[in-house]
């Protein structure tokens, strides 16, 4: 998957911006059909105030400007890489955020026993 794709990196901020994954569908809906308007109502929300600024700071730089042009409509077809990006970045969320050195440790003992 190419991670250039605009509508990868639109769905990786959304879950920057939603960690849980758990969007609202008036956020989802117009970032999936309309990312110029998506973009300005997640902005706004109350989740993307406490989200790790500078996460999103790196993707939205990464972000094409013709995605932010109000006349830009994205057809259905055209929408599978925002889920890719939306999930792929949840598992790095989940392998950076949620597991420490003791969860490796445990996951290697687990795995490979007395070679770990």
Known sequence: MND??????LGQLARA???DGDIPDTILTPLLT???TGLALLAQSHAE???NQDEINAI???LSPDLKSPNVSIKTEEQSPFWRGFYYYSDALID???HDEDDLAKAGITL?????
Not at 4 to 9: E, I
Not at 112 to 116: L, T, V
């Open 4 to 9: 250039s794709n605009p509508m990868y990196l």
């Open 17 to 19: 911006v939603f960690p």
């Open 34 to 36: 309309r990312p110029a």
């Open 49 to 51: 105030k406490s989200a």
């Open 60 to 62: 939205i730089k990464r």
């Open 96 to 98: 950076t955020r949620k």
């Open 112 to 116: 490979y026993r007395d070679r770990w």
